[in-house]
Each structure stands twice: as structure tokens, then as C-alpha cells.
């Protein structure tokens, strides 16, 4: 099983990205996924996650209302929609796959991870 994050760079504050997720290996019809990021010097956060079971979605506070994750089952596909990005959404962006049923919030729910995707928002 691989994932693949990408569509992270250099965007000025207020600016929007879309990154993506593609996996090798797994349906994301029957994984949830989730997205977590990791700036330098902090722990690893919680950002999204998608059910696979319905397809709903969760949100950290901080992200909330400027963030939206979408599933494109035709395209294998996972996307983190970020608008409105401030300074402090720079880190990197990974995105995890469970067989769970799951929004969960936490990185240990997760089974397989992708190598992150750097997004970094300038002031």
C-alpha cells in the first residue's frame, strides 16, 4: 500500500491550494482518510478526515470554514480544499488511510501513511 500527497508550495496569505491524495494498494470506497500536517518544532496535528462509510467529514477548529476534504472515487482520490491560508497553516501535509469507519482525530487510528507535501503561506 502506498499514498502519495501532493499539490503543496508557496502561496501568500489569503491565497488557496488543493492538495491531493492518490493511494496504490487500497479503495478509499472502503478507507477513511484523514489529513494531519506537522510545522517545524511541533507535534503532528489532526487537520480533516473523511469516513469512507457516507463520506462525512470532520474539521479541527483551527481549519474550520477555510478547509474542505472531498473524496473523488472515480478519480481515487482524496482532496483538502484550503482557502483563506494564514502564516500559520505552513507545515507539512500528510494524509493517512484506516479500513476503520472513522473520523478519528488521532494519528495512531490510522494505518498507512503517505510522505507529506510542504505547504508553506507567507505573510
Known amino acids: 500500500v502506498q499514498l502519495q500527497a501532493s499539490g503543496g508550495g508557496l502561496v501568500q496569505a489569503g491565497g488557496s491550494l488543493r492538495l491531493s491524495c492518490t493511494a496504490s494498494?487500497?479503495?478509499?470506497?472502503?478507507?477513511?482518510v484523514g489529513w494531519f500536517r506537522q510545522a517545524p518544532g511541533k507535534e503532528r496535528e489532526f487537520v480533516a478526515s473523511?469516513?469512507?462509510?457516507?463520506?462525512?467529514?470532520y474539521y479541527a477548529d483551527s481549519v474550520k470554514g477555510r478547509f474542505t476534504m472531498s473524496r473523488d472515487d472515480a478519480k481515487s482520490t482524496v482532496y483538502l480544499q484550503m482557502n483563506s491560508l494564514k502564516p500559520e497553516d505552513t507545515a507539512v501535509y500528510y494524509c493517512?488511510?484506516?479500513?476503520?469507519?472513522?473520523?478519528?482525530?488521532?494519528?495512531?487510528?490510522?494505518?498507512?501513511w503517505g510522505k507529506g507535501t510542504l505547504v508553506t503561506v507567507s505573510s
Open positions: 494498494g487500497l479503495s478509499f470506497n472502503n478507507h477513511s
Open positions: 473523511i469516513r469512507w462509510h457516507r463520506g462525512v467529514t
Open positions: 493517512a488511510a484506516t479500513r476503520l469507519s472513522t473520523g478519528s482525530r488521532s494519528g495512531n487510528s490510522y494505518n498507512y
